[in-house]
Nanobody, 115 residues
């Protein structure tokens, strides 16, 4: 059983910054990638960023140049540094962990960008 715990969400003004964290626990022998997805009301869930244990990162087009994903492989933690936030970044952000057994999801942390 894998458990993902996210933190760091909240309310921020447009142009502001937030840093999300996600820590994985449980029996994890190996993993392919950790990532962040988001879902805004009325929208489909979309990929925000993913990173491999080796550090290869990929980003959704809407966040490239503004968001940075990083990881610590020793304690299986991933962060998402978000800058220049826009109102359209408002969503619930979910952490993911990809293993041979499949994808695990966190419970989500809400980010609201509003003045």
């Amino acid at each position: 059983q894998v458990h993902l715990v996210e933190s760091g969400g909240g309310l921020v003004q447009p142009g502001g910054s937030l840093r999300l964290s996600c820590a994985a626990s449980g029996t994890i022998d190996s993993w392919y990638a950790m990532g962040w997805y988001r879902q805004a009301p009325g929208n489909q869930r979309e990929m925000v960023a993913r990173i491999t244990p080796g550090g290869r990162a990929s980003y959704g087009d809407s966040v490239k140049g503004r968001f940075t994903i990083s990881r610590n492989t020793a304690n299986i933690t991933v962060w998402l540094q978000m800058v220049s936030l826009k109102p359209e970044d408002t969503a619930v952000y979910y952490c993911t962990l990809d293993r041979m057994e499949g994808r695990s999801w966190g419970q989500g942390t809400a980010v609201t960008v509003s003045s």
